[in-house]
């Protein structure tokens, strides 16, 4: 099955910007919708971002205007780009298709201080 590895969090202040990586072991950004998802210690996996296989871009309300969900076919590789971070932000992110029907990587855990 292919696999799913998240990388580019980190430590941020308040207002910084973080890009996240999707690497994917296989190609399936052109036939699979592709999505961000976060998880908070005691909360379900919420979604964040995701991508159409056209390219159509949908995001969840409180991240409007703040983040930036690409991807690049030829290197299998989805993004998530983070600007204006808020501490309501810190989680651990993952990716996934939209069918949700790949096993979830490790995440990447984005940490915003105030």
């Known amino acids: 099955q292919v696999r799913l590895v998240e990388s580019g969090g980190g430590l941020v202040q308040a207002g910084g910007s973080l890009r996240l990586s999707c690497a994917a072991s296989g190609s399936i950004f052109s036939i699979n919708g592709m999505g961000w998802y976060r998880q908070t210690p005691g909360k379900q996996r919420e979604w964040v971002a995701s991508?159409?296989?056209?390219?159509?871009?949908y995001y969840t309300d409180s991240v409007k205007g703040r983040f930036t969900i690409s991807g690049d076919n030829a290197k299998n590789t989805l993004y998530l780009q983070m600007n204006s971070l808020k501490p309501e932000d810190t989680a651990v992110y993952y990716c996934?298709?939209?069918?949700?029907?790949?096993?979830w990587g490790q995440g990447t855990q984005v940490t915003v201080s105030t």
């Open positions: 996934n298709t939209l069918r949700l029907n790949l096993n």
């Open positions: 991508i159409s296989n056209r390219g159509s871009t």
